[in-house]
């Protein structure tokens, strides 16, 4: 079947070389033209301009977009002005499930078949597939499947659920049509909401971990500071990287975060060049506004969202605000920062009403 | 290798059948006697009291214990009295870390070699293997290796982690000495809490998917409850079970819990017939307490067990607090409960001033 | 000065009288001709259209709409289009600062001041006064000013700021010009997103107080209930109604807030006939919104309104797939509900591999 | 009546002060001789040592201490050692309400009275009293009452509770005998507990505010960064100071801890000066650790601990993963620090798929 790309980025470039591994043909554009010229290298047709791309597709022709999220909209416009009613256009990438519903709209007056596909695998696609949450006519949706069947990673050797048999239903492929316009992409980003949960489980239990030693540190600021409540209990310098390790087997939180997680501690196990200012991507804010919308309670979703906010330092006139409050009813001083302040800060103030 | 497990039940069970598949001798006892004549009949040396037990083996004895956290004390001081200065007494429950600290210590003094060991698989783990977390002294924690290796899943066809080669390491094969007295366990608890945070994760997705049609809903009850703002961006009927199966594949948050519930929901889809008041194990309890001790913020994992409480009603008086306060300033009356309730509890009221 | 109100439930029909008592001329609409006759009786002008009550004005007008946030669109284009330029159009309902921004683009347009103004005081509001926060052009914030000065409460006899002085300045009679359209209605969301986390805070706070007896109450279940870890410490039945009214004195937590709930305590102690199913009312909502939007993480007001959320089972697929889980992975069993379970839902259980 | 004091610090000094105004007889102790000088000076009877000081008593002796928590146990048992059966010992400090358990138990072997009370009100106490919250056997509270009077604010000009009349309660006199020994330390942790809610809502909320101009901000950096969705709808520069100011009248949210944010910010209105690094006290991780053994949910007052805990960068390690997993998975590298990255950290990146 032939597909058109727009995008080749690492996402969209992976996608067509997975497309075209499996005999799919592949019409490519980029802004970039090295990025066009590559792909023609490896077997595409390539294209100088979006009128040009879709003069090069049989009808009724299917383009993906593969941009960023800023862009689509724009790209979306110039594509659906030189398609066809019939054609379909496919958004790749990470918007709002928003935006689908909106220009979904928009173009099913035209007669352009608007899908919405979110997509999940990252820097491992290529060779493990991609997970993709389709939204749009069933239509459309069913003509473009062998496309997805082969972008899709395939049942591959995991374990079957128990109670399924027969045929592999696509949801075993790795591909899903979700519902109406906009549904792939809400799918997509209540999964990167999930994504952001787990990430901050593991996070938090392995600094926990990475922490179970203060009863030992404290012990070497004795003159200065007032003891940590039961030291003994606090003795265990953890080997993090190990324990990630060996979590991955037969332990409840196997995950491939977790593999992820040992291969980045192996790697480099005090994390040193890290400054931990972690950035989000969009998809974790929507689905806590979504959440807040239909009246659906995730504290841990909203939990992980914020912590990012913080590690970014986004809390600093808050936390100016308590300590101001402190010094307000207690004329309490804030601590000096410095090699003190790390023990200091691990335990608790006493004796001091307020 | 020999060794003699007290406490019979699932897993104490299955560890001693997998023991035994690799040719290990077991001597078992349990305070019920079918249990140990069903395991005497797969090849087990039963034993009819802990000191007959620990007759039967040869030293240095080691002994594991597999039963409920609040026997645990008991058990091993009864299993203490009979033992001699270099046997091994290995707690494999679900112990508070500090009760093996604390055991471990007392236990020093007879020469006694105390183990605990954190042991993950649940209903799985005896064609999966367990996860083992092991504390204590080195003599002891080496001497065990091969019992250990056994239990454990080992290498497995996981991927291995990138920059890892050579001979497999310990925790490669599911197993891994984590440090003195306590250490076992106490990872072991810092596992169960990111534990309940992933599972938080996923369940707070999924309700959130599960209520995706909240725009079609509402417009059933539109008569006498206003609608929910923007319900054209909620219309999405998503089916959890299909979503749950494709995020197995390829996603980032694959993950075992994911496993379990794509089964859960392909057996259920609706999940008919829970109550949804979530018990909770301890381990998630003593995870946030041992994180205020030592000042480590976890947010997401405290969420996460609060969630569990209010699951089962414990957060009932302070909620009717806040119904009570809202009575005081705004004369605001509670809603009444029952269907049109479901509807309109997901939707914000409004226009009145507070 | 002149101010015509359009609505005249509880706190429209109060800030009437109030302005009344000062002096000033009243003009007063609803569609409910008793609410109207009420006030006609008491002083004001009654109208019996939106014409009518316009037609009534002096130029420049004022009109003040108090109406539920979803009436609010449709009033002010009614009212608009009788109105002239130079006019003003007041909004003091709840209402989305969004739709101030997007309205007072609109009316600008045709000369029209729109102002927004967040009015909190409920029920209490015609002794006590109201606060208001507006937004909205100067010059017409400005010709307004002795209406917002007479609705406000005044400097009162509350203690001056430190480092305050001279004349008292506008917030410190209770009313604030905080910024362009929108602003009112944004600082006043703020105040109501503070609300919840004051009122969560508050509650949790006296519902861990409620349940500071656990231990007492265990021991009433031990036959069937492993006890709770050291109920020693939990032995205090605390009187929360004479808790919340000591803290009313002296102490840090002093607040309005408490004082409505030691009132609600004092009347009725256990609370009985509330349900505890806690409605929101939409600034909750908005300002976890915007807090997403501007990356400022508010754990505490998130918290605070996803409480809500559950306490009206919104909570209920995501609970249901936990226990899902447990039953999948650890072959948990749920604890039935009833009398039994209330003591067992306080305590952990122990013993049981995962 | 006749009271002891050890412990001079501003507390200890200002409740001995307070005794005296009102005719009390103090002796007191201090380990600073010049601490002692002062209140002689102000007519109390000094002491030079423990044992001097309980020489000097009438009997029944009642002796309060106010020393800080971590010598409280020592000083206690210095103290009772040389007291009697029949007298009293107060700790009016902030201790654990597990050691009042303790030391309470010890203690009435000897048949010493102890008494644990919570003593709220800070800097300002001298003047506004204390708020008392008293636990110990019914008696000795009965005799020492008089103490507690005077110390407590007294009903003052507080609005009376509806519903309440008659004589003044001690509650509304501003202490309370809340039950057996640890009560009075107990509904004191839960009070502070409490206090870090209330703090961080408005600490959160004003936040917020201060970052509604994101939309200004962000067009100065349009150059290298994209940018805010919505831009439109966060354009207000709001002065925090007044707006603190103002909610001090009529609104909801009123509370002492916002007249010390009005000042605060008032005094300093950006907070220059402070780092945000916001020290804790003991109370609010009782509060948390008492909650978890309950099994009671405190989402939000364990969420406001855990911001001060994240604020002095105990997340660091936790946050360093987060960046680890995001490159392994995504291969996002960190956001650069600096300028550019204040106003890129307000929004979400975009078009990359995870």
Redesign the interface.
């Given at each position: 079947m032939q597909l058109a790309m727009i995008g080749l980025g690492?996402?969209g470039a992976n996608i067509v070389r997975r497309l075209m591994r499996q005999g799919h043909d592949c019409v490519v554009y980029d802004v970039n033209a090295e990025a066009v010229q590559a792909l023609v290298a490896e077997g595409a047709v390539g294209a100088d301009s979006i009128p040009d791309l879709v003069s090069k597709l049989q009808v009724p022709r299917a383009v993906w977009m593969?941009?960023?999220?800023?862009?689509?909209g724009q790209v979306a416009d110039e594509v659906a002005a030189v398609l066809e009613p019939g054609d379909a256009l496919i958004d790749?990438?990470?918007s709002n499930?928003?935006d689908d519903?909106r220009r979904a709209a928009v173009f099913r007056e035209s007669g352009i078949d608007y899908l919405d596909v979110g997509?999940?695998?990252?820097?491992?696609?290529l060779e493990?597939?991609?997970?993709l949450?389709v939204g749009g006519p069933d239509a459309a949706v069913q003509r473009l499947e062998p496309i997805f069947r082969t972008i899709?990673?395939?049942?591959?050797?995991?374990?079957r659920?128990?109670?399924?048999s027969g045929d592999f239903?696509p949801?075993?492929?790795?591909?899903?049509h979700?519902?109406?316009s906009?549904?792939g992409h809400?799918?997509k980003m209540?999964?990167?909401?999930?994504?952001?949960?787990?990430?901050?489980?593991?996070?938090?239990?392995?600094?926990?971990?990475?922490?179970?030693d203060?009863g030992i540190r404290e012990a070497q600021h004795s003159a200065e500071i007032?003891p940590?409540?039961?030291p003994?209990?606090?003795?265990?310098?953890?080997?993090t990287a190990?324990?990630s390790?060996?979590?991955?087997?037969?332990?409840?939180?196997?995950?491939?975060?977790?593999?992820?997680?040992?291969?980045?501690?192996?790697?480099?196990p005090t994390?040193d060049g890290?400054?931990?200012?972690?950035?989000?991507?969009?998809e974790g804010?929507w689905?806590?506004?979504?959440?807040?919308?239909?009246?659906?309670?995730?504290?841990?979703?909203?939990?992980?969202?914020?912590?990012?906010?913080?590690?970014?330092?986004?809390?600093?006139?808050?936390?100016?605000?308590?300590?101001?409050?402190?010094?307000?009813?207690?004329?309490?001083q804030?601590?000096p920062?410095g090699d003190v302040?790390e023990a200091g800060?691990?335990?608790?103030?006493?004796?001091?009403?307020?």
């Open positions: 690492r996402m593969m941009v960023p999220a800023s862009l689509t790749g990438g990470n499930y928003r519903v997509t999940s695998g990252g820097v491992f696609g493990r597939g991609y997970c949450m899709a990673p395939g049942p591959g050797e995991i374990e659920t128990p109670g399924r239903a949801e075993e492929q790795g591909f899903l979700c519902g109406p906009g549904a809400f799918v209540v999964h990167n909401g999930i994504e952001y949960g787990i990430m901050a489980a593991l996070a938090e239990g392995l600094n926990l971990l990475e922490n179970a203060a007032a940590l409540e039961e003994e209990f606090y003795q265990f310098p953890i080997d190990k324990v390790e060996l979590w991955r087997r037969g332990s409840v939180v196997s995950s491939w975060l977790l593999d992820l997680t040992a291969a980045a501690l192996n790697q480099n994390l890290l400054a931990g200012r972690v950035s989000d991507s969009g804010r689905t806590v506004k979504a959440a807040v919308d239909v009246g659906v309670p995730v504290p841990v979703l909203a939990a992980s969202l914020f912590e990012r906010f913080a590690s970014r330092d986004e809390d600093r006139f808050a936390n100016q605000v308590l300590s101001a409050m402190r010094l307000q009813f207690g004329g309490h804030e601590l920062s302040l800060s691990r335990r608790s103030e006493s004796g001091k009403g307020s």
